[in-house]
């Protein structure tokens, strides 16, 4: 097991003594850490469990290498009682890691009360067996409530003279359920209620935790990363930063292995929050998966987890302890409206305009471009295959194309496994011809000049700029799925428009571009 860096907390590390122990020893049975038992009802619980059922309530158990850490994330404090809110209980893993911390000594409060809502009653003898592990604890007193956590919180907060009474919770940890809530909902509806704007369900359990937090209460929630960017999320961004304070936010590095029992492809992060709390330094650690076998952790500055002049609130979470180049050199400061520059998404969805798509150019079309028709090589169209490679040109498809010039485009979705996230590629006009109109595809991101192309060469150093790894490394510290939007591309700084004029200038007399060459210019540039 790798050490941990100096700045590790007191709290991780007693996790990984227990983690260790945990999986290579098996020490922790009987009474004393009685997770272990509920770890073997949740394996039993996932298996049996009914995948449409799961995947209509968006269920996903967490395992016990997860409850722990989360567990452990709490900051012992004076409080005399503890009442937990538990929202999306599942078989009640994390109440059951919160609860053998306190069986362990390691908080010092006098009664404990829980509250587990889950919705999916199939799963409540499992809750209530989980729960009876600990009725040897007179001091400890749990409710199982199998009501819609949003409409009774929306109901409570807002004052509903029918609502349930629900109280104000000193802790609450989370793995919330993962599914889109429609715009027209009862959901949504209620949400809105209680001025709370928010796209999933994650999300929304996690502002209605937070709103019935007592002063200083804590927050621990495993959620999908998409919350740190992305103009859908940016109220439930501004709402999360209003009302606490950022203590720790954990990443997995993998995709697939955090939730592998489910088959989770999605990128989590564990996030620690302190309701009403000052915001100081955020601490970060990283593994690659739920063992956490090589879990690293070190402590930055907030304005390295949201920047100060960001109006989107993106969430970075920098997994190096140094600035990258991208973030410390004075020159990268311009916004795309500074250098008078736009991006947009890629205006020709080609199933709306199937009539008038083409598979080749021909008399009265417009050359066609996909991300298909670029590579590191150059750009081939026509290209052969399954895509087309034209449009017609007329009254119905004008309003979506642009004028042939020259113009950066950076693609919208990459896979997983590529190198690079963020992939630019420049419109050469005269591989066009005489083509007096382009249309750029829906899954690119084109950069333009009140849709008029750009000047040769600050379409080059553009394109250069967004190349480089530094750029690359910035824009995965907030995005971690394989979408690159154009809201994204907006919040990043940028060189001035002479600086990439000079990139430009330089590119366009290589006679080939490596990935180490941007970089080794670029590191030049900036130094």
């Known amino acids: 097991m790798k050490k941990l860096t100096e700045k590790a907390c007191p709290a991780i590390e007693i996790f990984i003594i227990f983690c260790f122990s945990f999986y290579h020893q098996n020490r922790h049975t009987g009474d004393k850490h009685l997770l272990a038992q509920v770890e073997h009802t949740r394996r039993t619980a996932s298996r049996l469990a009914d995948?449409?059922?799961?995947?209509r309530l968006g269920q996903f158990f967490t395992p016990a290498s997860i409850a722990c850490f989360m567990a452990e994330l709490f900051v012992p404090n004076r409080r005399?009682?503890?009442i937990l809110l538990d929202a999306g209980a599942g078989v009640g893993s994390l109440s059951a890691a919160f609860l053998d911390r306190w069986v362990d000594g390691e908080f010092d409060?006098?009664?404990?009360?829980?509250h587990a809502f889950e919705i999916d009653e199939t799963l409540h003898p499992y809750l209530r067996q989980t729960f009876e592990l600990?009725?040897?604890?007179?001091?400890?007193?749990?409710?199982?409530?199998?009501?819609?956590f949003i409409i009774a919180a929306c109901d409570w907060l807002e004052n509903n003279l029918f609502a349930r009474p629900l109280p104000k919770y000193t802790h609450a940890i989370l793995n919330p359920p993962y599914k889109k809530i429609r715009s027209n909902s009862e959901h949504r509806l209620a949400l809105r209620r209680v001025g709370i704007e928010t796209v999933n369900l994650y999300s929304a359990f996690v502002a209605l935790s937070l709103a019935l937090l007592d002063d200083h209460g804590q927050l621990v929630a495993i959620i999908p990363r998409s919350f740190c960017n992305g103009l859908y999320y940016r109220p439930f961004r501004e709402y999360l930063l209003k009302k606490a304070a950022i203590r720790h936010l954990h990443l997995f590095t993998s995709r697939s292995k955090a939730f592998k029992d489910d088959n989770v492809l999605q990128e989590n992060i564990i996030i620690h929050l302190e309701r009403g709390g000052m915001q100081g330094p955020v601490k970060v650690s990283t593994s690659t998966d739920h063992s956490f076998n090589d879990l690293t952790v070190q402590e930055h500055p907030f304005d390295r987890i949201v920047f100060v002049n960001d109006q989107e609130r993106f969430i970075h979470v920098p997994?190096?302890?140094?600035?990258?180049?991208v973030e410390r050199c004075p020159m990268v400061c311009w916004s795309l409206d500074d250098i008078g520059l736009t991006?947009?998404?890629?205006?020709?969805?080609?199933?709306?305009?199937?009539?008038?798509?083409r598979e080749m150019p021909g008399v009265g079309t417009a050359p066609l471009l996909y991300p298909g028709h670029f590579s590191d090589s150059g750009t081939e169209w026509p290209k052969a295959g399954k895509k087309p490679n034209a449009i017609l040109c007329n009254s119905d498809t004008k309003k979506w194309l642009y004028p042939n010039g020259f113009y950066c485009l950076v693609r919208r979705f990459s896979s997983k496994e590529e190198k690079r996230r963020v992939v630019a590629s420049v419109i050469e006009p005269s591989l066009f011809g005489d083509a007096p109109l382009i249309g750029i595809e829906n899954h690119l991101n084109v950069f333009h000049e009140n849709r008029q192309g750009l000047?040769?060469?600050?379409?080059?150093?553009?394109?250069?700029?967004l190349n480089t790894t530094a750029v690359d490394e910035q824009f995965r510290c907030f995005n971690g799925h394989t979408q690159v939007n154009a809201t994204d591309l907006k919040t990043i700084r940028y060189p001035s428009r002479k600086i990439l004029t000079v990139i430009g200038e330089w590119a366009i007399r290589q006679p080939a571009l490596t990935q180490e060459k941007i970089d080794n210019y670029f590191e030049t540039l900036t130094t």
């Open 134 to 148: 600990y009725k040897k604890k007179p001091t400890i007193t749990s409710t199982i409530r199998s009501d819609d």
């Open 343 to 357: 991006v947009s998404t890629g205006p020709v969805v080609d199933f709306r305009v199937k009539a008038h798509l």
């Open 109 to 114: 409060y006098k009664h404990i009360e829980l």
């Open 455 to 465: 000047q040769k060469v600050l379409a080059y150093g553009l394109a250069v700029f």
């Open 319 to 325: 997994t190096a302890l140094n600035q990258n180049i």
């Open 51 to 55: 995948p449409q059922q799961k995947s």
């Open 80 to 82: 005399k009682n503890c």
